[in-house]
Every structure is written in structure tokens, then in C-alpha cells.
Nanobody, 125 residues
Framework: QVQLRESGGRLVQAGDSLRVSCAAS????????MAWFRQAPGKEREFVAV????????YYADSVKGRFTVSRDNAKNTVYLQMNSLKPEDTAVYYC??????????????????WGQGTQVTVSS
């Protein structure tokens, strides 16, 4: 079973850019759809972005569209989330998740059976 570890989260200022990474281990993530979710204090976990196993399909939450970009490097077994023009409302713990069984990418948490421990992103105003 794949194991996931996020990294790269830190404190930044509004308007800054930041890239967080999710490294997979255990098995190749080449055939997994990979997604990013986030959870702010006192709020539900919410979808951010997803990329299909081939990288040919991506979806974004409306709140991050045009500012965030999801990508993957299957040779490095790593998925990335490039975040530009960060806003204080982007502050959250960011989680990556893997879906091994889906034929279509999902923007809901339920199909994702493996999750990382999360990385904290804090955007100050």
C-alpha cells in the first residue's frame, strides 16, 4: 500500500508563492489519482485540486483556480501543489490523498483510501 508524506508548508505573507510536495513510498503512485485537500481550524476538510494518474486531467476548487497548480512526477513518486498569490484564507493543513481504484478523478474525500499526515500552510496578512 502506498504511504504519503507531505512537506513544504510554512509561514508566508499574503501574495507570496509556496510549493508543497507529497512523496509516495511503498509502491509506485503511477496508477493513482492524486488529490490535495485542506482543512482550516473549525472547518470541514475541503477539496483543493486533483490530478489523474496520467497527469492529463486536473480539477481545481473555484477558490484556488488560476492561483494553484497541481503536477506530478511519477519518476520521483511525488505530487506537487504550486500555490501563488496566497491569501490569508488559504491558511490550513494541506493533505494529499491517493485513489487507487477510480476510473474517474474525484473531488470528494470518499474514494481516497490513503492520506498523508498533512503540512501546515499559514498565510499572514
Amino acid at each position: 500500500q502506498v504511504q504519503l508524506r507531505e512537506s513544504g508548508g510554512r509561514l508566508v505573507q499574503a501574495g507570496d508563492s509556496l510549493r508543497v510536495s507529497c512523496a509516495a513510498s511503498g509502491v509506485s503512485m503511477s496508477y493513482y489519482h492524486m488529490a490535495w485537500f485542506r482543512q482550516a481550524p473549525g472547518k470541514e476538510r475541503e477539496f483543493v485540486a486533483v490530478i489523474s494518474w496520467s497527469g492529463s486531467t486536473t480539477y481545481y476548487a473555484d477558490s484556488v483556480k488560476g492561483r494553484f497548480t497541481v503536477s506530478r512526477d511519477n519518476a520521483k513518486n511525488t505530487v506537487y501543489l504550486q500555490m501563488n498569490s496566497l491569501k490569508p484564507e488559504d491558511t490550513a493543513v494541506y493533505y494529499c490523498a491517493a485513489d487507487a481504484g477510480g476510473t474517474d478523478v474525484s473531488t470528494t474525500p470518499s474514494p481516497y483510501d490513503t492520506w498523508g499526515q498533512g503540512t501546515q500552510v499559514t498565510v499572514s496578512s
